[in-house]
């Protein structure tokens, strides 16, 4: 369990993240959504130790994240971040290996190699292993990076905005790989999304965050109403059901 | 380019006369300050003291209000053909250039006469010069920090050539008074090429709509019918040769040429016109001050202005590259 | 000279390997450190070659003399080398450049400052009996708290634009130049000329009082990146990426960055500033190795530095007979390839 309390960050007197406290669940699925400027990635942020907070506590499974040392943390809680621009230029496979650091310091044990490769073929991204990470399209490099995480082998996994700029059928398969990841391997995953169908329809549980805190929080049927959604973006939603999927629409 | 701000308005009208008083009460201050204990009267009245002042004192001065003033506009100009704040001498390699050209002068050329030093030092400068500005208009820039940046380190590589040379002929210690501006040698009959340079101020000042209109882009220059390439060719060796009549005299002052128009167009806007004669003045009044300072600090020694202006020199740039908010135009 | 020649060395090494292997998964994948093992053997070969050439050409007859003699100078050359070559590489990583070194960005001026300024407050009676050891040590520890505070501000947290980094190093290294000729000029000027320049070493005038100290503390500095070697690898992919990997970033900035303080310390302690040749061998180590992975790359710049220097060393005594520094040819040499990598940089 991610256990955040009384979470905040300021910038100037602009109040960013506004004393946040949740919990999440050590399985499933978890979508984090609302308007630009909620305050979803900075929240991620802090949760991930990128960021400073003014306030507040995050702990994993009871490590402290802000005072444990960066190693315990890194076995149980993995980030993706939005930026997969590289300058080392690198190989996927190597990429992938660094997933192993927190575990080996760098030294890969068989167990290591094992699990880079298990992680490579995961993703599909066998035939891939040995290029290089700066050869690859928008849509395989972010795979690849899904590898990384998923070699470092912990049972959190956060991902800010992993759909930015991938088109539909890249997106599609990301979720995909992220639903697969907390089927079979039992794991938490928490990400921040724009897209509240993709949210919709792969997550277990959405948060929804405006202005720094949170506003609604529960099951997508709960969250993914025409009441709801406007509450959090301000504008009018009607939300249809299409087969097992609740889909929102917003675009007149 | 606005001056709709009322402060700037008054700071713009106020400015020149008070350019003006600084620079008349620092030179009396560096015509009355020296070795031998002499009042300000005694200089014109008695008569050593007459003797002292034009063979020591007036040439001293004269130099100093010369070196300023032309370094101040050598800056401004250039920063107006490069379209950045940042650029002057001492950021563009012209300075290392005109250094290295002495260098050569008087590795090839041992008897040439001072006029002669003078325009090889030119020739160098305005070459080198010349490859900043190819150079920069050649790269895509991201950052206006850049530009100032490659001339520091190309001005970095021709001081490595010219250190190369001087290590071979036995001259390090010359190219070390270069670099560093020191009006302590300064007597009659050696400062007067000095007056070339206020001479190329004056002609500055004539194109100085020219430069201006260069300023606002070649589109824009050229639409209202000015030649850039011609007046930034001009421009650059006006600057070129004020910068190589300096290093050649007394020695650069560093720095000087980029931090006194950007502290004066802060003041009073960037109407060139009206900047050019306040940052002549200012320049002068700095190098006056600043030299007084050397004079007296150690007494009976002196250290060189160009160690005092650097130190300054370099506190204030970093300031301006540091300030909030600081939106250039990018070339 | 001598960057020529490994170049060429470099490519013809790496040439062979690529051709073959494109299709046998197996084959490929023995293949970088196939690669990186010649790459390493040919260099140690041009180091043996380079060391060999320097102490024995032109000895004649007088071995008993000139060995000892160039023995010492030589190891005083691999220890600058294998000093800036470290702290370059190390520097290099944490501010993900390569065309940053910390002479560039003003380590060694500082470094030259605090050392004028000990003359200044202690006076030019206590230098001239002060025990180069204490000199060395005391402005070690200086730069330390120096370099440090004011580096970890520049790079504070990231927020400020690259070239502006740069540049305020720039400016920061004229500034302290500039303060230290004032303090010169300040103090008794005639006196302290001739004392400074004793002080403040160069290529020509090896300062190999403080050798067998600043050799061990050279050794100790490249343990230390060695044992940094993997970490480093990991900040290589940025500070985001470090941190979520379980690195605890600022305490390893702050360490490494101590680290390169220590190293510019010897370097500058015993050939003074020279302000491109980090740059030059950090980014042919880069070049030849073509790797990311910092055990191979601190390896190869030490030793890029070590053949740059001592046959550089040597060339310049026996062909152009002493006419020139070596520092002088370096900062010539690789301030024209800090041009060329400027351009392609600012072009990418």
Redesign the interface.
């Known amino acids: 369990m991610i256990a955040v309390d009384g979470l905040t960050k300021s910038y100037g007197t602009a109040t960013v993240v506004d004393g946040v406290s949740l919990t999440l669940p050590d399985a499933g699925v978890t979508s984090i959504i609302g308007p630009n400027g909620a305050g979803k990635s900075t929240l991620l942020s802090m949760v991930?130790?990128?960021l400073g907070p003014d306030a507040g506590t995050a702990s994993v499974d009871g490590v402290d994240v802000f005072s444990a040392?960066?190693?315990?943390?890194?076995?149980r809680?993995?980030?993706l971040?939005q930026?997969t621009h590289?300058?080392?230029?690198?190989t996927v496979r190597?990429l992938v290996e660094?997933?192993r650091?927190?575990h080996s310091?760098?030294?890969l044990t068989p167990d290591c190699r094992a699990s880079v490769t298990s992680a490579l073929s995961y993703c599909d991204l066998d035939h891939l292993a040995?290029r290089g990470l700066h050869e690859l399209s928008g849509g395989q490099r972010q795979r690849a990076f899904v590898a990384m995480v998923l070699a470092?082998d912990t049972r959190y996994v956060l991902l800010d905005e992993p759909l930015n700029n991938l088109d539909m059928a890249h997106a599609t398969g990301v979720m995909r790989l992220l639903r697969r990841l907390a089927d079979e391997r039992d794991k938490s995953i928490v990400l921040v999304l724009h897209d509240i169908n993709y949210a919709s329809a792969h997550s277990d549980r959405i948060i929804a965050m405006r202005d720094g805190a949170v506003v609604a929080d529960g099951a997508p049927a709960e969250v993914i109403t025409p009441e709801a959604l406007e509450d959090v973006y301000g504008m009018p939603f009607t939300v249809h059901r299409l087969g097992d999927d609740l889909v929102a629409s917003y675009f007149r | 380019m606005i001056l709709s701000s009322p402060t700037r308005t008054t700071a713009a009208t106020v400015a020149p006369w008070v350019a003006v008083a600084a620079v008349v009460v620092l030179a009396a201050l560096s015509l009355a300050v020296g070795v031998a204990d002499v009042s300000l009267a005694q200089l014109f009245t008695d008569p050593d003291g007459q003797t002292l002042l034009l063979l020591s004192r007036w040439p001293r001065t004269a130099a100093l209000v010369l070196a300023g003033a032309a370094l101040a506009i050598s800056g401004l100009i250039m920063q107006q053909l490069t379209r950045n704040r940042f650029v002057a001498p001492s950021t563009a390699g012209t300075v290392d250039a005109a250094t290295l050209g002495v260098l050569v002068s008087l590795i090839l050329f041992a008897s040439a006469p001072v006029m002669g030093k003078v325009l090889i030092s030119t020739a160098f400068a305005l070459a080198g010069t010349a490859v900043f500005v190819i150079l920069i208009q050649r790269v895509q820039f991201k950052d206006v920090v850049f530009v100032p940046l490659m001339g520091l380190l190309l001005g970095g590589v021709y001081r490595a050539i010219a250190e190369f040379f001087a290590y071979r002929e036995n001259l390090t210690q010359s190219l070390g008074t270069w670099m560093n501006g020191d009006f302590s040698g300064v007597i009659q009959g050696r400062y007067e090429t000095l007056w070339l340079a206020g001479a190329a101020a004056v002609v500055a000042y004539a194109f100085a709509h020219q430069f201006a209109a260069a300023g606002m882009g070649r589109d824009f220059a050229t639409g209202i019918g000015v030649n850039v390439r011609r007046v930034t060719a001009i421009g650059l060796s006006i600057a070129s040769f004020t910068t190589a009549v300096v290093v050649v005299t007394v020695g650069a002052i560093p720095f000087l040429g980029l931090i006194v128009p950007n502290l004066v167009t802060m003041a009073i806007g960037d109407n060139l016109r009206r900047a050019l004669p306040v940052t002549a003045l200012a320049g002068a009044a700095l190098t006056l001050g600043c030299d007084t300072l050397a004079r007296v600090l150690i007494l009976p020694y002196e250290i060189p202005v160009g160690s005092i202006v650097g130190v300054l020199g370099a506190v204030v740039f970093a300031a301006l590259v540091l300030r909030k908010g600081n939106r250039y135009v990018t070339a | 000279m001598s960057p020529h020649e490994l170049t060429l060395e470099g490519t013809e090494a790496g040439k062979a390997p690529t051709r073959p292997g494109r299709s046998v998964?197996l084959v490929?994948?023995a293949l970088p450190s196939t690669r990186t093992a010649r790459v390493i053997a040919s260099l140690s070969v041009l180091v043996v070659a380079s060391l060999t050439v320097f102490l024995t050409w032109g000895v004649d007859g007088h071995w008993d003399y000139a060995l000892p003699r160039r023995a010492e100078q030589a190891i005083a050359l691999i220890v600058v080398g294998a000093a800036i070559a470290v702290s370059t590489v190390v520097f290099q990583t944490l501010t993900?450049n390569r065309i940053l070194t910390p002479s560039i960005m003003g380590f060694d001026a500082l470094y030259t400052l605090f050392a004028t300024t000990l003359v200044f407050f202690l006076g030019a009676n206590s230098v001239e009996t002060m025990d180069p050891w204490i000199m060395f040590s005391s402005t070690t520890v200086l730069l330390l708290a120096g370099a440090t505070t004011l580096y970890r501000w520049m790079i504070g947290d990231g927020s400020r634009g690259l070239y502006t980094l740069v540049l305020m190093g720039v400016i920061a290294g004229t500034l302290f130049g500039s303060i230290q000729s004032f303090m010169v000029r300040i103090m008794d000027p005639n006196e302290y000329d001739s004392l400074l320049d004793q002080l403040l070493p160069s290529f020509g005038a090896l300062e190999t009082d403080v050798l067998a100290l600043a050799a061990v503390v050279m050794i100790a500095g490249v343990a230390v990146a060695f044992r940094f070697?993997?970490?480093l690898?990991?900040l290589?992919?940025?500070?985001?990426?470090a941190?979520?990997?379980?690195?605890?970033?600022r305490r390893a900035v702050t360490w490494l960055l101590m680290l390169v303080a220590v190293l510019v310390a010897v370097a500058t302690a015993l050939v003074g500033p020279v302000t491109f040749l980090g740059l030059l061998v950090a980014n042919l180590a880069y070049q030849v190795t073509?790797m990311?992975r910092h055990v191979i790359t601190l390896t190869a710049s030490i030793l890029v530095a070590a053949v740059a220097l001592v046959l550089g060393q040597a060339l310049l005594q026996h062909v152009l007979h002493f006419n020139a520094t070596l520092g002088s040819i370096i900062n010539l040499v690789g301030g024209v390839y800090f041009i060329v990598l400027i351009l392609k940089e600012s072009r990418a």
């Not at chain 1, 590289?86 to 690198?90: K, L, P, Q």
């Not at chain 3, 290589?236 to 990426?241: D, M, P, S, Y």
């Open positions: 991930s130790r990128i040392s960066g190693r315990e943390v890194a076995k809680l993995s980030v971040r930026d590289m300058t080392a230029r690198i190597e660094f997933g650091f927190p310091g760098g030294r040995h470092q | 998964g490929r994948r993900h070697a993997r970490t690898d990991v290589g992919l940025g500070r985001e990426r941190i979520t990997l379980g690195v605890d970033y073509r990311h």
